[in-house]
């Protein structure tokens, strides 16, 4: 009796196991994920890249209470996946997904880990060992920036670079997916950054890398702060973060021409940085991608960029605009105007190519009627950690071996590298 008391119980405990496995959503194979980034609401979007078979969306807790995750787009041929996401208050403490914790954001944002242009390039004739981390370091650099215990990661745009196929005889990336669908933005970006989903929140910004023609669809689908539009476009809305004693202002100018200035586009990036800008608190940080005033690098030196935003933001420069926070200039490059315009960072130091640094002297060079008061720049792959100090920030540049490359002090609009 007790045998078959004993042999039924051990039945009954495999039978509901059996239903158990049988009933646990197969999003359990995370392809991607999960990661925390910043809607343009101000909330934090919890998502996730699961299966395109699964019967639900995991199960997001937020402060104890059960928060519904849902489908964000439909899975396709290029994306045979399902991208699941929730929306929680930017002040919730406690956060998880499948009993799993998630980064939430402080009361007070201490230390800010920044870098943009991180994918490894494969696109005609330029191409990227991308097993190698010397010449494809950003895995390399988000494990270290995200040993630097960030409360914040900011990416200033450019994350798909694998555009063509690898050629022929190309060991360097042989068997590389390419062009915009999951498996490239599993290997350009959602594996290597990993470790950095596990440290903290995301800000993401759209680079030219994204516009419709080229990655566009892709960062709709995965990134894209706003709800999910019908169709891919161009232009979005810009907003308004303020988070952790931060306030930032999170702008689309991906599809902004570099060395013209179209009077379309400028008037509808005016019209968007006219309302951006015009309540924006003292100590704001303009985050875009196109660095708004630059000096361009390697054979266009001596030119200056953007001009489209350039000529977009005149007028609009509010007093309380400190700085501007960008990539697309493959080198990390700082301008100080003085006190009459805003400071000009560029990190676009994350894995891609980098360009030759430009011949002519950054400091008293001309850009868009003001001199540059201060300037320095250098070409090396790295990662830029921000902290707080009595007087605005500090500025650490790391290399991808840890080595400090720079240091910066930031003051209001004074930034002062070295």
Known sequence: MGACYKAAMIARVFWIVAIFLAASP?????????????????????????????????????????????????????????????????????????????PTLPARIERIAIFGDTGCRIAGKALQNCNDPN???????????????????????????????????????????????????????????????????????????????????????LLDPHPAPSACADRTEPYHLSIGGLDLLPFDGADADDFVAPPDKVAAYSKQLASLLANAPPHSWLVTHRPVWAMAQGELSGLTTNLTEQAAIRGHVPPGLDMVLAGH??????????????????????????????RTPISGAQIDGM????????????????????????????????????????AGRQIDCR
């Open 26 to 102: 197969a999003w359990a194979e995370t392809l991607g994920g999960p990661w925390v980034e910043l809607g343009a609401d101000g909330r934090l979007s919890v998502r996730v890249v699961v299966p395109s078979d699964v019967a639900a969306c995991p199960r997001v807790v937020a402060d104890g209470t059960p928060v519904e995750a849902r489908q964000r787009g439909a899975a396709d041929g290029d994306f045979a996946v399902t991208v699941c996401v929730a929306e929680v208050p930017s002040a919730t403490a406690a956060l998880t997904i499948d009993n799993k914790p998630l």
């Open 329 to 358: 200039l493959h080198d990390f490059i700082s301008y100080d105007f003085g006190p009459k315009r805003p400071a000009q960072l560029i990190v676009g130091t994350g894995g891609d190519t980098l360009l030759t640094l430009g």
């Open 135 to 221: 010449q494809w370091p950003f895995p390399v650099i988000a494990k270290r920036a995200a040993a630097r215990k960030p409360n914040l990661v900011i990416h200033v745009g450019d994350y798909l670079y694998r555009e063509g196929a690898c050629p022929a005889g190309q060991t360097g990336c042989a068997g590389s997916p390419f062009g915009d669908n999951w498996p490239t933005w599993k290997a350009d970006f959602f594996d290597p950054a990993a470790p950095l989903f596990a440290a903290a929140p995301w800000v993401v910004v759209r680079g030219n890398h994204e516009v419709c023609r080229r990655a566009g669809p892709g960062w709709f689908r």
């Open 371 to 410: 001199s540059v008061r201060q300037g320095f720049a250098t070409e090396r792959f790295g990662y830029f950690i921000m902290e707080r100090a009595s007087a605005g920030w500090t500025g650490t540049l790391y290399a991808p071996d840890d080595t400090v490359i720079a240091r910066c002090q930031i």
